[in-house]
């Protein structure tokens, strides 16, 4: 392939596409990851998953918005404060969900 052509960008216009396509890749990558962490987590608290999967599809629905996602599992990670630090980095970086250490 040609640089320049269409399914070769230029250094000018390309480099810039190709780094955003491989930082997509690797967010994707990075919730897939986080989402088999969520489950091995819960393995055992049945329902627990599910209803986290529940709150992330009513986000896409458009049912919830950011901030109560961010209640929402804030509440449903309470006891691990490192899902929450997890689930901090796909968050917009205006929503920080602060970290409690559970009760003793």
């Given at each position: 392939m040609e640089e320049g052509?269409?399914?070769?960008?230029?250094?000018?216009?390309?480099?810039?596409?190709?780094?955003?396509?491989?930082?997509?890749?690797?967010?994707?990558?990075?919730?897939?990851?986080?989402?088999?962490?969520?489950?091995?987590?819960?393995?055992?608290?049945?329902?627990?998953?599910?209803?986290f999967l529940n709150i992330?599809?009513?986000?896409?629905?458009?049912?919830?918005?950011?901030?109560?996602?961010?209640?929402?599992?804030?509440?449903?990670?309470?006891?691990y404060p490192h899902l929450?630090?997890?689930?901090?980095?796909?968050?917009?970086?205006?929503?920080?969900?602060?970290?409690?250490?559970?009760?003793?």
């Amino acid at each position: 392939m040609e640089e320049g052509s269409p399914s070769h960008p230029s250094d000018a216009e390309g480099t810039n596409a190709y780094r955003v396509v491989d930082a997509n890749a690797y967010r994707v990558l990075d919730a897939i990851a986080f989402v088999q962490i969520v489950k091995k987590t819960f393995k055992n608290e049945e329902g627990t998953y599910e209803e986290f999967l529940n709150i992330l599809q009513s986000f896409r629905q458009g049912q919830l918005n950011t901030s109560e996602v961010e209640i929402r599992v804030n509440s449903l990670f309470s006891r691990y404060p490192h899902l929450i630090q997890g689930f901090r980095k796909f968050l917009p970086d205006k929503c920080l969900i602060s970290v409690v250490a559970p009760a003793a």
